[in-house]
């Protein structure tokens, strides 16, 4: 639209510029809300996400305290073995190990078993 266009209307030029400054006051509060309110959203996600974030690494925590006890577990029963003769650990420790030391641990306990014996028949001839 032209100035004389605008004019036609009775209206003066004061009148028109102070209109034409409400309508960017508004045009800008409009943006400034907007604005704000995809900063919330924002920050909302970045909530979100730190949350997902934090039980995800609460749950690798766990996962990992697990597997420390396993290990310490398996450490304990280790060290026990290298202690003394397998014929005096328990043997509900062998449950709580893995099949494969389970089967070296039952494997040591034969070879102790039939050294013995071999230690005895050398004795009696």
Do not use: W, Y
């Not at 004019?7 to 030029?13: F, H, K, P, T």
């Amino acid at each position: 639209m032209n100035l004389e266009d605008l004019l036609e209307g009775q209206q003066s030029v004061a009148d028109l510029l102070d209109h034409h400054r409400r309508l960017n006051r508004q045009q800008l509060q409009n943006q400034v809300s907007q604005n704000s309110s995809i900063k919330s959203e924002e920050e909302k996600s970045d909530g979100l996400l730190k949350k997902k974030q934090k039980l995800r690494l609460q749950r690798d925590v766990m996962k990992m305290q697990g597997e420390l006890e396993e290990e310490q577990a398996l450490n304990k029963a280790l060290r026990g073995i290298l202690r003394g003769p397998v014929m005096s650990q328990p043997r509900l420790s062998l449950l709580l190990l893995p099949p494969e030391a389970s089967l070296l641990i039952d494997k040591t306990l034969r070879f102790e078993c039939l050294n013995k014996e071999m230690k005895h028949d050398f004795e009696v001839v």
